[in-house]
């Protein structure tokens, strides 16, 4: 039986910053002949953004989603030796993203699985928080309901404090205001708290202050893609 090979293709985390993705990802992407991506429309339009003259319709596509098919048919072009790329909406494939399904399946089947470089909001914040970066954990979303996210934030901030770990975590964009709040309110004074925005883009902050300074100057995000690092004070 021939052997498959799945790409993990990182995209763009802001469409303007294409020289973000490295040239070996054309490469890989010129290879493929079957994709997975949560987002057909937006892949597509991707590829013809990294390549104009690229034939989009050349290649065999399928969107992620969590019907019990998607797997199945993932397993089927791996078992028929298919080179197929995955393709994050934002990022890179299996971080925060629907990918680690598929790349789950592809290892059952022995696949040859190639991870590939590109923008990653999560490491980049880390990067440039100026904080731990020997110890860090990625927590995803805390909680939505507020006893639930207050009793999340006292946790992590005990964790970090115990084991002088960076806590990384993100939200949905338009509740990002509510999260700040909330770390205002119920996180000590002398933590750290680095707040990294638009990643990339043209309107990317990336500053790391105390919780006591971020209380005189309280930023709006509302609706701006944020990755939060925490570091206890």
Not at 133 to 160: C, H, N, T, W
Not at 171 to 193: A, I, W
Request: contains cysteine; charged residues 20%.
């Amino acid at each position: 039986m021939a052997k498959g090979i799945v790409y993990l293709i990182p995209s763009l985390l802001d469409e303007e910053d294409i020289d973000s993705i490295p040239s070996c990802i054309l490469a890989a992407i010129n290879e493929c002949e079957v994709f997975f991506a949560e987002n057909e429309r937006t892949a597509r339009r991707y590829l013809k953004k990294l390549q104009r003259d690229i034939v989009i319709d050349q290649y065999e596509w399928h969107t992620l989603s969590d019907a019990p098919s998607i797997p199945v048919l993932f397993t089927q072009k791996i078992k028929e030796g298919k080179k197929i790329g995955i393709i994050s909406e934002a990022g890179c494939p299996g971080v925060a993203d629907p990918g680690q399904t598929l790349v789950a399946v592809a290892h059952e089947w022995n696949a040859l699985v190639k991870p590939l470089a590109g923008p990653n909001a999560i490491l980049m914040a880390l990067m440039a928080s100026g904080m731990n970066g020997q110890r860090f954990q990625f927590l995803g979303y805390l909680p939505i309901k507020d006893f639930e996210r207050v009793r999340a934030i006292k946790e992590l901030e005990a964790e970090s404090r115990k084991k002088n770990c960076t806590q990384i975590f993100i939200e949905t964009p338009y509740r990002n205001n509510q999260l700040v709040d909330s770390l205002m309110k119920y996180c000590n004074p002398s933590t750290q708290l680095c707040i990294a925005s638009a990643i990339s883009s043209s309107k990317e902050q990336i500053h790391t202050l105390t919780i006591s300074q971020w209380k005189h100057q309280k930023p709006d995000l509302h609706k701006v893609p944020t990755t939060f690092c925490l570091l206890a004070g």
